[in-house]
């Protein structure tokens, strides 16, 4: 859940509070009371402040406009200090003209430049994805990374950068903007393999077809402060990963670094290139019982079809009939089931053993 913020501010400052705000509410980082935090002119500053301690953050915004040109430290050190710690109220501080805080009040935030936005927004969220990316030497990227910055991490959106050691030098520098940050290689990957991928990276099992498992990835990944990173992002495939909401994606031309890989991964592999017939008929089965245990169903079915095709090509009897059940079974379980009428009745006619009649 995002933390509630209060912003005590002068009404002369309600331009860099609206700031604040935007910030804090267009990537779902902070629910802030807006208008509940404006000081009616001659306000206590201080006062203002104890009421802010309805929300989980309170935010005392500085200028020459909400602060006495004289205020000593008792009228403001328990609003300011003692209390906010007594009840485990956080309270920041930030300076929005030459007017600054009293030193002994921390944090504090100079919102007079931009990079005071973007640490007061790290200090809100108070949480950072746990993603190491690899380590590849990259340097003279500053300039990129901060437009970078500014599209996807300060807002939610995407973007494409050509080369894979600053998306990973983006995802290390910007981890505190983030609640997690994922990995897909795209290369010719279908859509069904990588949308199991980025499922079984979340801890999600996808039983059911490809569009609703597009369906359930986009209300999850939406709802959350992901950020995506799909490196060989050359297909269609891969624009089915921006999925809006909260979610960022970075697209990358280039492929990471070769990974371990997954055993059904490497599965696919091989039955989409050219393989020993024996060899194809092994994989299947054991990207089927793979496939099948983790729940990732329409890979599943897309590789019983690439077997299905195999066979047909070969006139194997045996392995059309075992492709056939398993996606006459799996169109069942989805409800398909006029498709899995259809199927089943062409198994039964072309390709199940047939027992001999005596005479």
């Given at each position: 859940?995002?933390?509630?913020?209060?912003?005590?501010?002068?009404?002369?400052?309600?331009?860099?509070?609206?700031?604040?705000?935007?910030?804090?509410?267009?990537?779902?980082?902070?629910?802030?009371?807006?208008?509940?935090?404006?000081?009616?002119?001659g306000?206590?500053?201080?006062?203002?402040?104890?009421?802010?301690?309805?929300a989980?953050?309170?935010?005392?915004?500085?200028?020459?406009?909400?602060?006495?040109?004289?205020?000593?430290?008792?009228?403001?050190?328990?609003?300011?200090?003692?209390?906010?710690?007594?009840?485990?109220?956080?309270?920041?501080f930030?300076?929005?003209?030459?007017?600054?805080?009293?030193?002994?009040?921390?944090?504090?935030?100079d919102?007079?430049?931009?990079?005071?936005?973007?640490?007061?927004?790290?200090?809100?969220?108070?949480?950072?994805?746990?993603?190491?990316?690899?380590?590849?030497?990259?340097?003279?990227?500053?300039?990129?990374?901060?437009?970078?910055?500014?599209?996807?991490?300060?807002?939610?959106?995407?973007?494409?950068?050509?080369?894979?050691?600053?998306?990973?030098?983006?995802?290390?520098?910007?981890?505190?903007?983030?609640?997690?940050?994922?990995?897909l290689?795209?290369?010719?990957?279908?859509v069904?393999?990588?949308?199991?991928?980025?499922?079984?990276?979340l801890?999600?099992?996808?039983?059911?077809?490809?569009?609703?498992?597009?369906?359930?990835?986009?209300?999850?990944?939406?709802?959350?402060?992901?950020?995506?990173?799909?490196?060989?992002?050359?297909?269609?495939?891969?624009?089915?990963?921006?999925?809006?909401?909260?979610?960022?994606?970075?697209?990358?031309?280039?492929?990471?670094?070769?990974?371990e890989?997954?055993?059904?991964?490497?599965?696919?592999?091989?039955?989409?290139?050219?393989?020993?017939?024996?060899?194809?008929c092994?994989?299947?089965?054991?990207?089927?019982?793979?496939?099948?245990?983790?729940?990732?169903?329409?890979?599943?079915?897309?590789?019983?079809?690439?077997?299905?095709?195999?066979?047909?090509?070969?006139?194997?009897?045996a392995?059309?009939?075992?492709?056939?059940?398993?996606?006459?079974?799996?169109?069942?379980?989805?409800?398909?089931?006029?498709?899995?009428?259809?199927?089943?009745?062409?198994?039964?006619?072309?390709?199940?053993?047939?027992?001999?009649?005596?005479?």
């Open positions: 859940m995002s933390p509630t913020v209060f912003p005590c501010y002068a009404p002369e400052e309600r331009e860099i509070a609206n700031a604040i705000a935007t910030l804090l509410e267009r990537c779902g980082d902070g629910r802030v009371f807006l208008e509940e935090g404006r000081m009616n002119r306000a206590d500053l201080a006062a203002k402040a104890r009421e802010g301690r309805m989980e953050i309170v935010l005392v915004l500085f200028s020459r406009h909400s602060t006495p040109p004289r205020w000593p430290r008792a009228q403001w050190e328990g609003a300011f200090l003692h209390e906010p710690a007594a009840e485990g109220v956080r309270i920041g930030v300076r929005c003209d030459e007017y600054p805080p009293p030193r002994v009040v921390k944090p504090q935030f919102c007079r430049v931009s990079a005071g936005f973007r640490e007061l927004k790290r200090w809100v969220r108070n949480r950072a994805a746990s993603y190491a990316p690899p380590e590849i030497q990259t340097s003279g990227h500053e300039g990129e990374l901060e437009a970078l910055g500014i599209a996807i991490a300060d807002r939610p959106g995407s973007a494409t950068t050509a080369a894979a050691a600053l998306a990973f030098e983006f995802a290390r520098a910007f981890s505190e903007d983030f609640d997690e940050v994922f990995r290689e795209c290369g010719r990957r279908s069904a393999a990588l949308a199991g991928d980025l499922g079984a990276q801890g999600m099992r996808l039983e059911g077809d490809l569009e609703s498992n597009l369906a359930r990835l986009r209300e999850f990944c939406a709802a959350r402060r992901f950020l995506l990173l799909v490196h060989e992002a050359r297909t269609p495939a891969a624009r089915e990963f921006e999925f809006g909401g909260r979610c960022s994606t970075l697209y990358c031309a280039e492929p990471g670094p070769p990974g890989g997954s055993p059904l991964q490497d599965v696919q592999s091989a039955l989409a290139g050219p393989a020993e017939w024996e060899e194809t092994r994989l299947a089965r054991m990207g089927r019982r793979m496939a099948r245990e983790q729940g990732r169903i329409a890979e599943l079915y897309e590789m019983m079809q690439q077997w299905h095709a195999a066979a047909e090509a070969l006139s194997d009897r392995a059309l009939n075992e492709s056939s059940r398993e996606m006459v079974w799996i169109l069942e379980d989805w409800g398909r089931l006029e498709e899995a009428r259809r199927l089943e009745y062409r198994r039964a006619l072309e390709f199940d053993e047939q027992m001999a009649l005596p005479f």
